[in-house]
């Protein structure tokens, strides 16, 4: 399911204009609040577009974000302000500038950490999270396998080209995509240029400032991020079967941390679900019921 969006722009408290697909509820749908889907590190709004119709359809208004250096949001001039605290401070922009007093967050990688920080910084903006494959320990393998190919300059390609490079460093986490999902990811994940050919839709500062260390010592931090979240509203974490980034036994103990905390296990793939998947789509609208 799909669904037509509106292009949302808003302004950073340090001046970048930031742009948000908004998803309004369907026609003759009572309105039932808003959903905010932040996306990973090297990915857009458009990754939401197949959830954020179902949630539409179901009434929530869903307003899916371009974090600062992604598709359509600006370049930050301070690549140093590639980092969660300022996309966080980015959400509370978007909030105080749609006039809404909270929503509930749907973070997906890089987007699981931006909500805890969230959560952490300004609690009360949040009714519930949706935690997709990413966790307070991450692997120093996988990270390492990320940085095999995240920010690695790519020359322009063509369509045919775009959709074989995705593949090639896809395939172990989505081994049920097809020829037509391959191709609508290298969509999501290029943008054209002006002659034509493609060139990947990110500013490649946003890798140079990620700094795996930190994430590996920040680990108590998360922790206890975690269980501040989990403790105040319900809290639904998603793990891909095959994820390498957020392990079985950290989602496990992710869900643990309060009896309003769940955790869903969508089977045939890596990091991170689409959330798109019957076992994820179920599970966020079961925990959306319980949203007042």
Request: charged share 20%; hydrophobic share 45%; glycine share 6%.
């Amino acid at each position: 399911m799909t669904q037509s969006h509106d292009d949302l722009y808003w302004n950073s408290d340090d001046g970048l204009r930031l742009h948000a697909r908004d998803h309004a509820p369907a026609a003759g749908q009572p309105p039932r609040g808003t959903v905010v889907c932040i996306p990973g590190l090297t990915r857009n709004a458009a990754d939401f577009d197949v959830l954020a119709g179902t949630l539409a359809a179901a009434g929530w208004r869903v307003l899916a974000v371009d974090l600062r250096g992604r598709a359509g949001s600006a370049r930050a001039p301070d690549p140093s302000s590639y980092n969660p605290r300022a996309y966080a401070d980015d959400m509370v922009a978007l909030l105080r500038a749609q006039h809404i007093d909270k929503a509930v967050f749907v973070g997906t990688s890089l987007g699981v950490l931006v909500t805890l920080t969230l959560a952490s910084r300004a609690p009360g903006l949040v009714a519930a999270a949706v935690l997709n494959d990413a966790g307070p320990k991450v692997p120093r393998e996988a990270l390492a396998r990320i940085g095999t190919y995240a920010g690695k300059p790519v020359p322009p390609m063509d369509l045919d080209q775009a959709t074989a490079y995705v593949a090639s460093i896809g395939k172990a986490a989505f081994p049920r995509f097809t020829a037509d999902d391959w191709q609508a990811m290298a969509t999501r994940t290029f943008r054209p240029r002006d002659d034509g050919l493609l060139e990947l839709d990110y500013d490649p500062a946003v890798i140079r400032t990620t700094r795996p260390w930190v994430l590996w010592l920040l680990r108590p931090v998360l922790w206890r991020a975690v269980r501040r979240l989990t403790a105040r509203v319900p809290v639904l974490v998603v793990r891909g079967a095959l994820s390498d980034i957020l392990p079985a036994e950290v989602a496990r103990q992710m869900a643990a941390t309060s009896p309003t905390a769940r955790l869903v296990e969508v089977p045939d793939v890596g990091h991170a679900p689409t959330l798109s998947e019957p076992e994820a789509r179920d599970a966020i609208l079961a925990l959306l019921e319980g949203v007042r």
